[in-house]
């Protein structure tokens, strides 16, 4: 594991704890509003109470509240990082078999963009 994986590990981890963070925000949020929801099947019912708090807060304030654009956004980048760990690891082992296979052209353009 080198220091690019961790440092991916680490987005990974902060967009997913953000994701989360704001995900029982919302959570709460409902519960204020007077939605009975309960805390412990938040998991099972979370993309119904974020639906519900995208149209309340769309109601009261003619707007999609803050949180649910930050939800989105850090799923989207915790997938993101993710895919990006996974290729960043792959593409090393796509490279030497490249040049294992021989000398053509693929193999030297693919070793020359990897070599910038």
Do not use: C
Request: hydrophobic share 55%; aromatic share 12%.
């Amino acid at each position: 594991m080198n220091s690019t994986d961790i440092i991916l590990i680490a987005l990974l981890l902060f967009f997913m704890s953000i994701h989360l963070a704001s995900a029982m925000m919302m959570y709460q949020y409902m519960i204020q509003r007077g939605e009975k929801l309960s805390i412990f099947l938040m998991r099972l019912k979370i993309f119904s109470a974020i639906s519900k708090y995208r149209n309340v807060t769309k109601q009261e304030s003619g707007q999609t509240g803050y949180l649910f654009y930050v939800w989105i956004i850090s799923v989207n980048l915790a997938i993101s990082s993710f895919i990006l760990m996974v290729v960043l690891d792959i593409l090393p082992h796509i490279h030497e078999s490249i040049i294992v296979i021989g000398n053509t052209k693929a193999a030297s353009i693919f070793s020359n963009i990897l070599s910038l």
